[in-house]
């Protein structure tokens, strides 16, 4: 009986844990956040990154990226870029040095999936001189996907990993995101219209402690 009471004891204090707002050191230097299920977003290890367009006015929103998963550097910290632009490479695959190379050069690359492994993208988008590359998918949701498609939509991102075909010997030594294909349609299509050749963006950008109905989502992902 006694044994049984430590054990719900146990089991209450971890669920008051995870249930309120507490930050704790676990070992190896990394911090796990414990936050009430569903009201806040995570950006503790191993989670997606965010990044904000903060022009031009009309892509003026917060948007997820799932972080390669096996190659490039991290978003983190060493990499906390302001006001830095991001550009859509020409032609919009990247599977080539791009026509608009001089432009990349110390800039993030928006690439579109396609043609070429995401590994290849990555390469090329570092030789050309980005410093990060975001590479958007292709899909185009259908009516009802559109519908019910949200941030929270894990089952439209897809796990980027390294191509086996590629000598081990080549690294990526930038970090690799990729991005719902409604965001980078949205991005290319408004920069086009507006003839502008990049956005500016904050990335990563912490939002931890940001409540869910704060966060500034781009209104297309629930048409």
Not at 95 to 114: D, F, H, M, S, T
Not at 200 to 217: A, E, F, R
Request: proline fraction near 7%; hydrophobic fraction near 40%.
């Amino acid at each position: 009986m006694q044994m049984q009471g430590i054990k719900l004891l146990s089991s209450y204090y971890i669920f008051v844990l995870l249930n309120i707002g507490i930050s704790n050191g676990i070992g190896g230097g990394h911090s796990l956040t414990f936050k009430s299920i569903g009201s806040y977003i995570d950006t503790s290890v191993d989670s997606d990154v965010f990044f904000e367009i903060i022009y031009p006015p009309e892509l003026e929103y917060t948007y997820k990226l799932r972080p390669a998963k096996d190659f490039g550097a991290p978003f983190n910290a060493s990499f906390l870029e302001k006001k830095i632009p991001l550009v859509p490479t020409d032609p919009p695959h990247g599977c080539q040095i791009p026509i608009n190379a001089k432009e990349l050069k110390g800039r993030v690359a928006l690439v579109e999936r396609g043609d070429c492994s995401f590994f290849d993208k990555s390469i090329i988008a570092e030789e050309a001189g980005a410093k990060a590359v975001i590479i958007a998918d292709y899909h185009s949701p259908t009516i009802e996907e559109s519908i019910t498609n949200s941030l929270w939509a894990d089952y439209y991102y897809v796990e980027m990993i390294r191509d086996d075909t590629i000598p081990s010997s080549k690294t990526v030594n930038i970090p690799a995101g990729f991005l719902l294909g409604k965001n980078g349609k949205m991005i290319r299509q408004t920069l086009k219209r507006l003839n502008q050749p990049f956005a500016l963006i904050n990335i990563p950008v912490n939002l931890t402690y940001t409540s869910l109905d704060k966060l500034h989502q781009p209104p297309w992902l629930f048409w």
